[in-house]
């Protein structure tokens, strides 16, 4: 099935709800790419046991297929001196939700109560800050389906997946705000800002 080893199919499907595999998720170290950048595959990640934000939403919309639900990842972007962000997205109950992988407190999952995929992309504006207090998300893309990608073997491949980062950067994404609303934007709080810090894992 999917071409997965029997171990890491076995451990896949064991994550069989979106909680379960948030759990998986938060308890996997960070990938800090000490020896340089890497987008590592599903296959690759379960064995090396560690990932960063990409490779996380990559491995938790794997595990989301595997367990019948479509593989979908939501895109968000930034401004020039923040990073984009990407979230695996799942519907239940007719509604939206998000697994995410972060080192941070925020930009974290979402349970499945939202009515649109602005909506669930909009509960990320408010947490999507830098040390600075600047609000810098400013765009969201459409639900990206990794089946698209099957016959570049994304999930198994031992090279880097580079082509989905790529892609996502490429597909039509939506403004959150116009030039009067962004100029108008108030800074974080400084509380805000140090709950910011809280890292899970540190370099």
Same mark, same amino acid.
């Given at each position: 099935m999917f071409e997965l080893p029997e171990k890491e199919?076995?451990? *896949?499907? @064991?994550?069989?709800?979106?909680?379960?595999?948030?759990?998986?998720? %938060?308890?996997?170290?960070?990938? #800090?790419?000490?020896?340089?950048?890497?987008?590592?595959?599903?296959?690759?990640?379960?064995?090396?046991?560690?990932?960063?934000?990409?490779?996380?939403?990559?491995?938790?919309?794997?595990?989301l297929r595997v367990n019948g639900f479509p593989p979908l990842l939501l895109?968000?972007?930034?401004?020039?001196?923040?990073?984009?962000?990407?979230?695996? *997205?799942? @519907?239940?109950?007719?509604?939206?939700?998000?697994?995410?992988?972060? %080192?941070?407190?925020?930009?974290? #999952?979402?349970?499945?109560?939202?009515?649109?995929v602005r909506e669930l992309a909009m509960s990320y504006f408010h947490e999507y800050f830098d040390d600075k207090g600047r609000k810098n998300l400013r765009s969201y893309s459409l639900p990206v389906n990794l089946k698209r990608f099957d016959k570049l073997n994304w999930m198994t491949t031992q090279e880097d997946i580079d082509f989905i980062p790529?892609?996502?950067?490429?597909?039509?994404?939506?403004?959150?705000?116009?030039?009067?609303?962004?100029k108008n934007l108030r800074k974080a709080d400084k509380v805000e800002i140090e709950a910011g810090k809280i890292v899970e894992w540190k370099r």
């Open positions: 199919l076995k451990l *896949l499907k @064991k994550l069989n709800t979106p909680k379960k595999i948030q759990d998986f998720l %938060n308890a996997m170290p960070k990938n #800090f790419e000490k020896n340089g950048y890497t987008c590592y595959s599903p296959l690759v990640v379960l064995k090396r046991n560690k990932c960063h934000c990409m490779e996380g939403s990559v491995l938790a919309a794997l595990a895109d968000l972007t930034a401004t020039d001196d923040d990073l984009d962000h990407a979230v695996a *997205l799942y @519907k239940k109950y007719g509604k939206w939700g998000a697994i995410s992988k972060t %080192n941070h407190a925020v930009l974290r #999952f979402r349970e499945p109560i939202y009515n649109s790529e892609y996502l950067a490429k597909v039509k994404h939506y403004k959150i705000m116009n030039r009067q609303q962004i």
